[in-house]
């Protein structure tokens, strides 16, 4: 069930997005009313959908890829065991211009992966193999048969990043002989279900993806959690990104100390004082100060304190 993979270590991929040409955009829907559309339809696919659990219960097939396959209930696979039965959900806050919508996540844990490793944060990044698949079984995106890629959460659809979230990385085995190769034992491997509003579509300014990607589509991603870089600092202020989340609330987007419309995990003076956070957090050696010194005693580190 481990599979040889090159390992092309910290070779971050980011994809990009062209502006929308303008032509062939459908009207806006209210994305309350769009988001009870997708719910349906997830719902409806997760309880009409299976997967080819049974091959990956099977004793070790050498001739099996060890990837998902999704198939209709119905026929001959009448007597299946149905997604919605084995799906776990997970609730997202999404702001719109009517007040705040919830969304589900539901992930498929076909293997969630080494249990003595942690699982990603948003701002982490990932190294995976992965393939996007439309509710109609089209596939819009797939990464190189036997080459993953790796992605920094924060630029992803959050859908994906919050489902990345209930997986975990393999552990690392170099080859014997020693020939520069590796293997990755025991990592996650699962499927991701989103609704239009924690993807690409819902986004009309992201519509570069329309010919592929109808707008407002649920979407699925099917994805091999290998590795994960979990010491991203993405200013290199010496706060690693996943701690600049002050709120709290999953999102580093938000978090703007000296309101510059520059998030924290973006801005390397985080309080606007003129002083470098990293200046503010190490001592004469450049070495961090744990915890962050707070020179006046007020409860607020000195890096996001403009008056310390």
Known sequence: ??????????????????????????????????????????????????????KFNAPV?????????FGVIEGVNADKIPLIDQVESKE???????????AKVYTLKVREGDLGRSSPT???????????????????????????VWFDLVNTVRGFSV????????????????????SVENYGIGAIFMPSILGYSYNFNNASTRNKIPVYSPLIFTMDLIAVNDDTDHDNDGVPSKNEDLDEDGLVGNDDTDEDSIPDYLDADDDGDGKPTRDEITDGNGEIITPYPDTDRDGNPDYLDSDS
Not at 12 to 34: A, H, M, N, Q, Y
Not at 129 to 145: E, R, V
């Open 1 to 54: 069930m481990n599979r040889i993979v090159a390992f092309f270590l910290l070779a971050i991929f980011v994809t990009s997005c062209k502006k929308d040409d303008g032509g062939g955009i459908p009207p806006r829907e209210p994305l309350d009313e769009v988001q009870l559309k997708d719910e349906a339809a997830l719902q409806a696919y997760l309880q009409t959908h299976f997967y080819n659990y049974e």
């Open 61 to 69: 097939d050498s001739d099996f890829d060890y990837k998902i396959e």
């Open 163 to 182: 489902g990345a979230e209930s997986f975990k990385p393999g552990i690392l085995k170099s080859s014997e002989p020693d020939d520069g190769s590796f």
């Open 122 to 148: 948003e701002v982490d990044s990932v190294y995976v193999n992965y393939q996007g698949i439309l509710l109609n079984g089209t596939i819009f995106d797939t990464s190189a048969p036997g080459v993953p």
């Open 92 to 102: 997202v806050t999404v702001d719109s211009d009517k007040g705040k919508i919830i």
